[in-house]
């Protein structure tokens, strides 16, 4: 996944990078991504690896739709997911954290 992705900071919904075989972290530079409010999805890449950063904490408006991990693949991601995500009060509905 490139860094550069986190230059898209005007980005507000819809960052979808599902179903695809991820096997790498996720860049630090996607915490960049701050006006985000709804639907980052991670699900469904069962070969995940190792941590999601901290700076994912930083997107302090998200409202809705977080989505590491997926239930059809319950037990398979071995991903860290880190405790900042408690900074997204603003969270109200979806979230979805199924690992191993």
Known sequence: MPTELGNVRLMQTFFKWNS???????PTQL??????MSALD???NPQQRGTFPTQLG???AMESM???GSADHAGSLTAII???LGNLVKMTSYVT????
Request: hydrophobic residues 35%; proline residues 3%; without cysteine.
């Open 31 to 36: 915490g960049e991504l701050t006006r985000m």
């Open 58 to 60: 930083r997107m302090s």
């Open 20 to 26: 695809n075989s991820l096997s790498r972290e996720v």
């Open 66 to 68: 977080l989505e590491l």
């Open 97 to 100: 954290l199924v690992g191993s």
């Open 42 to 44: 991670f699900s469904d």
């Open 82 to 84: 880190p405790t900042e």
